[in-house]
């Protein structure tokens, strides 16, 4: 984003302006964290920001400031449009294509305004007049963070504001422990912690929150773990009748997948879940070092991400899948080793 782009949109912003925010399908801390402090940086102005999900996001969630005001598209859709077709400019956060939000990209057609995109996957798109892209960045609330930055407007920085941000940023580095992780990433959470985040408090609210059903759940998958050691290699499936017998909830299962990286030797780890509901398989990816989970997903399961966590999805069968899975190990032997 230029000097001069930075200056437009503050004077956007500093006019009455109606904004919506919309964070990718299936939200996750990322996602919701930067779209509500993005909420609440633009509330100081004279804007009306609506953020507006795909659909509902998890209940680990929902104490976060401002989380009970996001419009969900799915079951609000008749708000959701009129925010939308009033709209002078909308914020697409922690996604980079118009396909990964569902039925919301539909309603978009009728926006006539501006995107600003702000953002850390690879290979953005470019519908957006002012975008913010950057793949080295650990979250998109680092991004937020830097983008209130650039605005000139970090005292604007409110405990509500550092609690959001504080959140995606713990929740997409894997509490701090992943690749992405940088020294400013520990600088950028200690100004948070500075400027009222409870680090302690946020991390309980989002990890010491599992219900039986979920340990349950959790016992199900790593069960359910097969290891490929001639590929460094393990997966992870669950079936639809799995979740049902386990009484599955939005975000039960994230984090899942890290388990099967967690293990001695292991270079990439896979997990595949069978959504009845949107009659997929959903998949989640993860690697360490250099083997590229966004370019594997990219390539064979119409998904993407990052280097070292990505995700896809297949239409055929849970088995299917997993066997087309296992059919393309061969050819990714060496990069494995």
């Known amino acids: ?50 953020v507006i999900a795909p659909n509902e996001f998890p209940d680990f969630l929902k104490w976060m400031p401002g989380a009970d005001q996001i419009l969900i598209h799915e079951r609000q859709l008749d708000q959701a449009t009129r925010c939308i077709k009033s709209a002078e400019l909308v914020f697409t956060l922690d996604f980079n294509s118009l396909s990964r939000i569902n039925g919301v990209a539909e309603t978009l ?29 650990s979250s998109t609330c680092e991004m937020v963070y830097n983008f209130i930055g650039m605005m000139a407007d970090s005292q604007k920085i409110t405990r509500d504001i550092a609690t959001c941000l504080y959140t995606g940023i713990m929740t997409d580095t894997g509490s701090f422990r992943f690749p992405s992780t940088s020294s400013v990433t520990h600088r950028v959470v ?19 929150t599992s219900s039986l059903d979920k340990l349950q ?47 001695k030797g292991i270079k990439f780890a896979v997990i595949f879940i069978e959504s009845q509901q949107e009659e997929i398989v959903k998949i989640s990816l993860r690697s360490k070092g250099d083997f590229s989970v966004n370019d594997f997903a990219r390539l064979h399961f119409s998904g993407g991400g990052h280097t070292n966590a990505a995700g896809g999805r297949s239409t ?22």
Do not use: W
């Open 316 to 337: 055929i069968s849970l088995e299917e899948t997993v066997r087309k899975f296992k059919d393309l190990l061969p050819d990714y032997k060496n990069q494995l080793q």
């Open 1 to 50: 984003m230029t000097t001069i782009e930075i200056h437009e949109l503050k004077e956007r912003i500093s006019t009455p302006l109606k904004v919506v925010i919309i964070p990718h399908k299936n939200p996750d801390g990322d996602a919701i964290g930067s779209c509500l402090a993005l909420y609440h940086y633009l509330k100081q102005y004279k804007c009306n920001p609506t």
């Open 217 to 263: 759940l959790l016992g199900t998958a790593l069960k359910n773990l097969v290891l490929l050691p001639q590929y460094n290699t393990v997966y992870i499936t669950l079936s639809k009748e799995e979740l049902a017998l386990n009484n599955f909830k939005k975000g039960d299962t994230e984090g899942f997948v890290n388990y099967g990286l967690s293990l």
């Open 109 to 137: 057609e009728q926006f006539k305004g501006d995107y600003v995109m702000i953002d850390h996957h690879q290979a953005p798109d470019s519908y957006a007049k002012y975008t913010y892209s950057d793949t080295a960045m």
């Open 190 to 208: 200690a100004d948070l912690i500075d400027k009222g985040a409870n680090n302690s408090e946020i991390h309980n609210a989002i990890y010491d």
